[in-house]
């Protein structure tokens, strides 16, 4: 029987992954839509992936959506809220996320109490993933150790210019390009100190699956200005204003730093000459017996002339089907936390598509 599906928010991922459940191959079935813009309320799934109606009706109401009986929520709004997540988990549905609660053992106290009591209550399972935060950060890592006898040290860097990246409100708002350099730090604002946050989780998380024993996490920013200005879809990146971040996450032991995420961001693409040169994309280095060293890109194709918004939609396409193809795996799970490390590997539902 197919496994019944909400998708719980319709931005750039949350499209992705309703696109992936109306494709019966998923063996998964839509039985509704939480939105959050009310020009989206009581608008057809089909009609907002710009298809035929699919008989499923968008909702603004949380609790109207609530109300329906599923085996999981799909979900992905740019702002997240435990009251929410909590409320559905208790209402007997699973969730998968792309937003946070990606090693919720490592969360706030109180809020790790809530969600697990949600989950216990409800009898169902959490999960939060992606592309990084998520699958580059956390699985394949992991994965990549299975070939290990000892690990030294990992570290994670990523590499990307946000000036193709069409959610403004998330590179320009929540993220803070464009702002004074001055005002960005890690408890800026609640975003940003949010965001800080779900990479600190990330660090955890590897770090607590292969027993690094580190005692803390740091997080720190090197916010850089523009030299020039830049026209970013509808706005405009003033020079003197912000259009580099270099954020840090670093696990140490005793000091020593033992597990790293290292993000090198930019808009308009002025690459800061103090700031290291990965290859676009993550590098991803593991000192140990043996060192190995993987880079990863995702591209619409890598045969085909693509256009640059299907390159960068690419990304939301992975980042929706991590956790679009772990569903099955997390419904499955024993009520609680289900994480990178304690899900079996997830893999592609559909694939090749030849059932
Ligand atoms: N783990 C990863 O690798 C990864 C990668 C990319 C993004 N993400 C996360 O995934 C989530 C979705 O990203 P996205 O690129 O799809 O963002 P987006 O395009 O900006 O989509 C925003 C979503 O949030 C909803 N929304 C807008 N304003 C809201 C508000 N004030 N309160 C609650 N919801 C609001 C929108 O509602 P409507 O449905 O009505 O439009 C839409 O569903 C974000 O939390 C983002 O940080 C994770």
């Given at each position: 029987m197919a496994l019944r599906i909400i998708a719980w928010g319709t931005g750039a991922v949350g499209r992705e992954a309703l696109a992936a459940?109306?494709?019966?191959?998923?063996?998964?079935?839509?039985?509704?839509?939480?939105?959050?813009?009310?020009?989206?309320?009581?608008?057809?799934?089909?009609?907002?992936?710009?298809?035929?109606?699919?008989?499923?009706?968008?909702?603004?109401?949380?609790?109207?959506?609530?109300?329906?009986?599923?085996?999981?929520?799909?979900?992905?709004?740019?702002?997240?809220?435990?009251?929410?997540?909590?409320?559905?988990?208790?209402?007997?549905?699973?969730?998968?996320?792309?937003?946070?609660?990606?090693?919720?053992?490592?969360?706030?106290?109180?809020?790790?109490?809530?969600?697990?009591?949600?989950?216990?209550?409800?009898?169902?399972?959490?999960?939060?993933?992606?592309?990084?935060?998520?699958?580059?950060?956390?699985?394949?890592?992991?994965?990549?150790?299975?070939?290990?006898?000892?690990?030294?040290?990992?570290?994670?860097?990523?590499?990307?210019?946000?000036?193709?990246?069409?959610?403004?409100?998330?590179?320009?708002?929540?993220?803070?390009?464009?702002q004074p350099v001055g005002e960005i730090s890690v408890t800026a604002s609640d975003f940003l100190a949010f965001n800080s946050s779900i990479f600190t989780e990330q660090v955890w998380l590897l770090a607590d699956a292969l027993h690094a024993g580190i005692d803390e996490v740091t997080a720190s920013v090197d916010a850089v200005a523009a030299k020039r200005d830049h026209e970013i879809f509808d706005r405009v990146l003033l020079a003197g204003t912000t259009a580099g971040q270099r954020w840090n996450w670093v696990g140490r032991r005793e000091g020593r730093p033992l597990v790293e995420i290292e993000t090198l961001w930019t808009v308009g693409n002025e690459y800061p000459g103090h700031w290291p040169k990965p290859q676009h994309g993550w590098t991803l280095t593991i000192e140990g017996d043996p060192s190995m060293r993987a880079h990863f890109m995702s591209l619409a194709s890598f045969k085909r002339d693509a256009s640059m918004l299907e390159h960068v939609n690419a990304a939301n396409v992975a980042t929706a089907m991590q956790v679009v193809n772990a569903i099955p795996a997390v419904c499955a799970a024993a009520p609680g936390f289900a994480t990178g490390a304690t899900l079996p590997l997830v893999h592609s539902l559909i694939g090749f598509g030849n059932a």
């Open positions: 459940i109306l494709d019966s191959r998923t063996g998964l079935e839509l039985v509704g839509v939480k939105v959050h813009s009310a020009d989206k309320d009581g608008v057809d799934a089909g009609t907002i992936l710009g298809r035929a109606p699919v008989g499923v009706l968008a909702s603004a109401d949380a609790e109207r959506v609530l109300a329906v009986e599923a085996d999981c929520v799909v979900y992905t709004p740019r702002l997240t809220s435990v009251d929410e997540v909590c409320a559905i988990l208790a209402s007997g549905k699973n969730v998968v996320t792309t937003a946070f609660l990606f090693h919720p053992n490592r969360i706030r106290l109180r809020d790790r109490d809530r969600v697990l009591a949600a989950c216990l209550r409800g009898g169902t399972s959490v999960h939060g993933s992606g592309l990084n935060p998520g699958n580059i950060s956390g699985v394949l890592p992991l994965a990549l150790s299975g070939m290990s006898r000892t690990v030294d040290e990992i570290k994670l860097q990523e590499r990307a210019d946000w000036s193709a990246y069409d959610s403004t409100a998330i590179t320009f708002e929540n993220m803070r390009f464009g």
